[in-house]
Structure formats: structure tokens, C-alpha cells
């Protein structure tokens, strides 16, 4: 199994501020990152896939970079809306796997 | 809309059965392969398994972890999957959802069902 390695586990941030977020696969994965944005009680919604085209609908403050095995998720200026946990996954095979998740919190 | 309905869970003691549903509805279903993950706090997220569409042949693949006690099947007249969960243990308690990706009028979607609760407990 691919094994994804997210990064940091939970993030204190101002509103406002520049968030970073970085996956790292075990394996070559070529562009198949999802990242995901999941609120307390609510099914993850997703928000970049082939690690940098965003989802219709995701504001253009979200972007995606990265190929291979390291990625990252930027948040360029981060809204109170933004508190949630994200996820990365990789879909290039079965089973599919995704990361620990980083719990964003406001400072 | 494009979207996915949830019914089935609950709470069932080791050893016993479930059966969740995924209703879709505003997308081809027939021709869409359908997904199952799940959730739980000690795990995070899981791929339970996937089920392909007729039309690329129809077969299933699975978790390690459920394989040969989950059988995922669909009625593509209802526009149903089911996850059949056999021989249920409390390492499979979470919230199980159902996903898909699919494009409709050149746009792509990527509904969730709303989950449901699995609680394996003596």
C-alpha cells in the first residue's frame, strides 16, 4: 500500500495569514493527489485534484503543487471559514490511501 | 442535483450483519463506478473498496481489511449500491460513507453521501 505522510498534524494560524500544508508518498503517485477539506460532522469535501487544479466552486485562495512523491496545499490568506481538518489522498492505485489529516485552528 | 443518500447502520453486536444503501440520484449511475470509505478516530480515513460499472465489467475490489466479509453490490434499476458487512468486528466501527466521481454536462462532481454510523459493541 502507498503510504501518505501529511504534515504538521494541527496548525495554529491567524486570519489572514499564509497556511502550508505538505504530503509526502511513499511512491512515485505521477499527479493523482486529492486534497480535501472536512468540518466537524460532515463528509470531506474536495477541494484540488491531480494535485493542482482546483474543484469547481474552490476559491481561488486554495491552490495545489507537486508530482511524483512530495506535494503541498497552500491556503494564500486564510478566513474564518477555513477552520476545518484537510486531507491529501492518492487515487494512482488500490486501495487508495490518504494522509492523517492537519487540523487547522485560529490562533 | 447531483447527489447520494445514505440508509442502513447502527449498532450490532461482533460477529453480526449490516447493510448500508447509497442511493444516487442527477448521474448516469449505470455507468459509474461507485466507492465505499470509512471513518473512525484511532484509523482516519479508509477505502473500504470500490465497485465498477457493468459496462467496464462490474467486479469489486476490497480493503485487506474487509475483504471476504464485505461483498459490495449495486441494482443499477434503483440507482442503489450496497455494502453487505458480514462477520462485523469493533475494529469496523465509523462512519462509512459513499463517493463517486462523475461528469455531468462537462462538469465534474465529486458528491458524499451524508454517512452513517457503524458501531460494532457487545
Given at each position: 500500500d502507498i503510504q501518505m505522510t501529511q504534515s504538521p498534524s494541527s496548525l495554529s494560524a491567524s486570519i489572514g495569514d499564509r497556511v502550508t500544508i505538505t504530503c509526502q508518498a511513499s511512491?512515485?503517485?505521477?499527479?493523482?493527489l486529492n486534497w480535501y477539506q472536512q468540518k466537524p460532522g460532515k463528509a470531506p469535501k474536495l477541494l484540488?485534484?491531480?494535485?493542482s487544479i482546483l474543484e469547481?466552486?474552490?476559491?481561488?485562495r486554495f491552490g495545489g503543487s507537486g508530482s511524483g512523491t512530495h506535494f503541498t496545499f497552500t491556503i494564500s490568506s486564510l478566513q474564518p471559514e477555513d477552520l476545518a481538518t484537510y486531507y491529501c489522498q492518492q487515487y494512482?492505485?488500490?486501495?487508495i490511501t490518504f494522509g492523517q489529516g492537519t487540523r487547522l485552528e485560529m490562533k | 442535483e447531483v447527489q447520494l443518500v445514505q440508509s442502513g447502520g447502527g449498532l450490532v453486536k461482533p460477529g453480526g450483519s449490516l447493510r448500508l444503501s447509497c442511493v444516487a440520484s442527477?448521474?448516469?449511475?449505470?455507468s459509474t463506478w461507485m466507492t465505499w470509505f470509512r471513518q473512525s478516530p484511532e484509523k482516519g480515513l479508509e477505502w473500504v473498496g470500490r465497485l465498477k460499472s457493468k459496462t467496464s465489467g462490474g467486479a469489486a475490489d476490497y480493503a485487506a481489511a474487509v475483504r471476504g466479509r464485505f461483498i459490495i453490490s449495486r441494482d443499477d434499476s434503483t440507482n442503489t449500491m450496497y455494502l453487505q458487512m458480514n462477520s462485523l468486528t469493533p475494529d469496523d466501527t465509523g462512519v462509512y460513507y459513499c463517493t463517486t466521481r462523475v461528469l455531468v454536462r462537462g462538469n465534474w462532481f465529486d458528491p458524499w453521501g451524508q454517512g452513517t454510523q457503524v458501531t460494532v459493541s457487545s
Open positions: 511512491q512515485d503517485i505521477r499527479n493523482y484540488i485534484y491531480d494535485a469547481g466552486g474552490t476559491p481561488s494512482d492505485n488500490v486501495p | 442527477g448521474f448516469p449511475f449505470a
